[in-house]
């Protein structure tokens, strides 16, 4: 602005000097014209007078090297000349200011020389004789004036410009200066010029409107970072060109990067192809997805663009860890096929059996035998119906009656359940401890109690012994069964809970079950909110401990 200021001043000062300089010569060559026009007629009289009175004798000693006198007879001839011989002169008598002073008296004229850029001006005046007196003089015109006024006008041009140059320079700092020095954060604390209150009135409101502006764009911004930090879902927001605008703590978790990461091309953080590959994909076509696996965990990232005005305005990556949800789709898998299998198993044996008696096969001395394997199989299969029934209740949470029971009574009741399979394998099953009471499914805990018990049994040795034991503590209530059984190799004591998982296939399948037994353990223990701890050493036995709330 001060540049412009200036430039403006340096331009209106430039033109006033040069059309100063104008009007001062105009002014000067007329007045001086004037003068000289005056005097030139004077002269003419005096010489008018002279010639009257002297003739050309006066001529001849008229000397003057600025006047040029030329006496013309009435026929136009030129009798005297003090510039030329006037024998070398041509006819006057149709020269203007000689044509006008033979009709009226007198007559004047003015000629412009190009050549020498000069004026040349005529006087005549008619004698009582008839003849004409005439006097000339040559005038400078105004470009040779000022040809030869052109020393002093530069330098008269040059000082002034200098002059306009430092005060123009001042007058556009001092113009300035309270426009720079204006408080524009307190627009209406200024005291500077009246022009500019209606400005700072607006920039005022227009602060007003911004900082409201601005305090709801923190409150966004605050609330969207706290609901993006509570999230457990990764959430990443790229910009049109892939770079990170912002990425929440999963997210950071998810990819490993740092928490400075904002403004980074997201290439940087994560190079995964696929995921490289999905991200192109929504940018082009909307919408992308993968599946990543990170720290054991699998996850499924999809990748949205976020469109503005019908431009691409960048894309969002959200990040869900299915881990879960693929592990139940497993195990749903791996549920229906080991309940296809264990449910095969005992209906061929029936329709085995009864196709046999059917086509007579049998013989009848044998008959007992095949009905007690039909009845023997269609019981195993009624067992595992029912295990599949009690853990389906369990996995959809089903509300169960609930009761104050004694953990001690439904364990001695269990274990004088078990009591003849155990002293057919000779096999001691001994209860200890203290009656603890808790509000729960006596059902559940019966067979929680009773599946631990009848494992302890079935995988223990000839000889051995289960101890059972209930006792209080910190209010918890534990329930411990310990054998002297084969004991769970170490690879295998993570997933005996599991559904219809077994250590050893060829010892489970003599020794009966259905492989569900510890599973529903495991629920019923979550139903109740509590927890189990599996202790067991090859060929040392094994202790299981529950800990249910008291």
């Given at each position: 602005?001060?540049?412009?200021?200036?430039?403006?001043?340096?331009?209106?000062?430039?033109?006033?000097?040069?059309?100063?300089?104008?009007?001062?010569?105009?002014?000067?060559?007329?007045?001086?014209?004037?003068?000289?026009?005056?005097?030139?007629?004077?002269?003419?009289?005096?010489?008018?007078?002279?010639?009257?009175?002297?003739?050309?004798?006066?001529?001849?000693?008229?000397?003057?090297?600025?006047?040029?006198?030329?006496?013309?007879?009435?026929?136009?001839?030129?009798?005297?000349?003090?510039?030329?011989?006037?024998?070398?002169?041509?006819?006057?008598?149709?020269?203007?200011?000689?044509?006008?002073?033979?009709?009226?008296?007198?007559?004047?004229?003015?000629?412009?020389?190009?050549?020498?850029?000069?004026?040349?001006?005529?006087?005549?005046?008619?004698?009582?004789?008839?003849?004409?007196?005439?006097?000339?003089?040559?005038?400078?015109?105004?470009?040779?004036?000022?040809?030869?006024?052109?020393?002093?006008?530069?330098?008269?041009?040059?000082?002034?410009?200098?002059?306009?140059?430092?005060?123009?320079?001042?007058?556009?700092?001092?113009?300035?200066?309270?426009?720079?020095?204006?408080?524009?954060?307190?627009?209406?604390?200024?005291?500077?010029?009246?022009?500019?209150?209606?400005?700072?009135?607006?920039?005022?409101?227009?602060?007003?409107?911004?900082?409201?502006?601005?305090?709801?764009?923190?409150?966004?911004?605050?609330?969207?970072?706290?609901?993006?930090?509570?999230?457990?879902?990764?959430?990443?927001?790229?910009?049109?060109?892939?770079?990170?605008?912002?990425?929440?703590?999963?997210?950071?978790?998810?990819?490993?990067?740092?928490?400075?990461?904002?403004?980074?091309?997201?290439?940087?953080?994560?190079?995964?192809?696929?995921l490289s590959e999905a991200i192109r994909a929504a940018y082009d076509g909307g919408r992308g997805e993968t599946t990543i696996d990170r720290g054991g965990k699998v996850y499924q990232l999809d990748v949205s663009r976020i469109e503005s005005d019908g431009k691409t305005a960048?894309?969002?990556?959200?990040?869900?860890?299915?881990?879960?949800?693929?592990?139940?789709?497993?195990?749903?898998?791996?549920?229906?096929?080991?309940?296809?299998?264990?449910?095969?198993?005992?209906?061929?044996?029936?329709?085995?059996?009864?196709?046999?008696?059917?086509?007579?096969?049998?013989?009848?001395?044998?008959?007992?035998?095949?009905?007690?394997?039909?009845?023997?199989?269609?019981?195993?299969?009624?067992?595992?119906?029912?295990?599949?029934?009690?853990?389906?209740?369990?996995?959809?949470?089903?509300?169960?009656?609930?009761?104050?029971?004694?953990?001690?009574?439904?364990?001695?009741?269990?274990?004088?359940?078990?009591?003849?399979?155990?002293?057919?394998?000779?096999?001691?099953?001994?209860?200890?401890?203290?009656?603890?009471?808790?509000?729960?499914?006596?059902?559940?805990?019966?067979?929680?109690?009773?599946?631990?018990?009848?494992?302890?049994?079935?995988?223990?040795?000839?000889?051995?012994?289960?101890?059972?034991?209930?006792?209080?503590?910190?209010?918890?209530?534990?329930?411990?069964?310990?054998?002297?059984?084969?004991?769970?190799?170490?690879?295998?004591?993570?997933?005996?809970?599991?559904?219809?998982?077994?250590?050893?296939?060829?010892?489970?399948?003599?020794?009966?079950?259905?492989?569900?037994?510890l599973s529903i353990v495991k629920h019923a223990v979550m139903y109740h909110h509590g927890s189990i701890r599996l202790e067991s050493v090859p060929n040392g036995g094994t202790t299981v401990t529950v800990t249910l709330p008291a």
């Amino acid at each position: 602005m001060t540049k412009r200021i200036f430039r403006a001043i340096m331009l209106v000062a430039g033109i006033i000097l040069l059309a100063s300089l104008l009007i001062i010569m105009d002014c000067l060559y007329e007045y001086f014209a004037s003068l000289q026009e005056s005097e030139l007629k004077d002269q003419l009289s005096l010489a008018a007078a002279g010639v009257e009175q002297g003739g050309e004798d006066y001529l001849a000693r008229v000397k003057s090297k600025r006047y040029r006198l030329t006496w013309i007879a009435p026929d136009g001839t030129v009798k005297y000349d003090s510039g030329s011989d006037k024998s070398t002169l041509d006819n006057h008598a149709e020269r203007e200011e000689v044509r006008q002073a033979l009709e009226a008296g007198e007559g004047q004229s003015t000629r412009y020389s190009a050549t020498l850029m000069q004026k040349t001006m005529y006087y005549a005046k008619r004698l009582d004789d008839g003849s004409v007196i005439r006097i000339s003089v040559s005038r400078a015109t105004i470009a040779t004036l000022a040809l030869g006024m052109l020393r002093p006008v530069v330098i008269i041009v040059l000082a002034a410009l200098v002059l306009a140059i430092v005060m123009a320079n001042r007058l556009a700092q001092r113009i300035v200066a309270p426009l720079n020095a204006l408080d524009l954060d307190h627009p209406l604390d200024n005291d500077a010029y009246e022009e500019i209150a209606p400005l700072l009135s607006r920039i005022n409101r227009q602060h007003t409107q911004i900082d409201a502006q601005m305090r709801a764009l923190d409150k966004k911004k605050d609330e969207f970072n706290a609901i993006t930090r509570s999230m457990n879902e990764g959430l990443v927001l790229l910009d049109e060109k892939g770079s990170i605008i912002s990425m929440n703590p999963a997210a950071r978790q998810l990819f490993n990067a740092e928490e400075n990461c904002a403004g980074h091309d997201f290439i940087t953080v994560d190079r995964n192809p696929k995921l490289s590959e999905a991200i192109r994909a929504a940018y082009d076509g909307g919408r992308g997805e993968t599946t990543i696996d990170r720290g054991g965990k699998v996850y499924q990232l999809d990748v949205s663009r976020i469109e503005s005005d019908g431009k691409t305005a960048g894309a969002v990556i959200l990040g869900f860890d299915i881990t879960e949800k693929q592990n139940a789709d497993a195990m749903r898998r791996e549920f229906t096929a080991n309940v296809s299998h264990e449910l095969k198993t005992p209906l061929q044996g029936i329709i085995g059996s009864a196709e046999l008696i059917e086509n007579g096969m049998v013989k009848a001395e044998d008959m007992p035998r095949f009905v007690g394997h039909i009845r023997q199989e269609a019981q195993r299969l009624v067992t595992l119906i029912g295990d599949i029934i009690r853990l389906s209740q369990l996995d959809e949470g089903c509300d169960m009656p609930t009761e104050c029971v004694d953990l001690k009574a439904v364990a001695a009741e269990a274990a004088n359940d078990l009591r003849t399979e155990a002293e057919e394998r000779h096999i001691g099953v001994e209860v200890r401890g203290e009656s603890v009471c808790i509000t729960g499914v006596r059902r559940l805990l019966y067979e929680i109690i009773y599946n631990l018990c009848d494992n302890a049994v079935k995988y223990n040795r000839a000889g051995g012994s289960v101890s059972i034991t209930v006792g209080e503590k910190d209010g918890l209530a534990t329930v411990t069964v310990a054998d002297t059984g084969i004991g769970i190799p170490e690879e295998h004591q993570a997933r005996v809970f599991e559904r219809f998982y077994r250590v050893d296939k060829s010892h489970s399948k003599e020794s009966g079950g259905t492989g569900l037994g510890l599973s529903i353990v495991k629920h019923a223990v979550m139903y109740h909110h509590g927890s189990i701890r599996l202790e067991s050493v090859p060929n040392g036995g094994t202790t299981v401990t529950v800990t249910l709330p008291a």
